[in-house]
């Protein structure tokens, strides 16, 4: 499970979920943010700024393979 803040709700029951992670650069130990985004099957109807948290699932579309289970915030 990951969670999230979700950035774009313009699709139809489809929810665009962006999941930052953080890391150490190997040689010089700086931390680095990477972000990347997901698209999550929405049954809730969450709204944009929203912390959710999501799950992979079966491919539910062509780029659909997670669903959003609970929203945290």
């Known amino acids: 499970m990951k969670t999230g803040t979700v950035t774009s709700t313009k699709m139809a029951k489809t ?4 999941v ?4 150490k650069h190997p040689l010089y130990k700086k931390q680095i943010k990477k972000t990347t ?5 929405d049954d809730l ?3 944009v700024g929203q912390k959710v948290k999501i ?11 997670f ?3 609970e ?3």
């Open 15 to 18: 929810a665009v979920v962006a």
């Open 67 to 69: 669903k959003i289970l």
């Open 55 to 65: 799950a992979e699932t079966r491919p539910i579309s062509h780029d659909v393979h």
């Open 37 to 41: 985004n997901f698209k999550a099957h």
């Open 71 to 73: 929203v945290i915030e």
């Open 20 to 23: 930052t992670t953080y890391r």
């Open 45 to 47: 109807g969450v709204k």
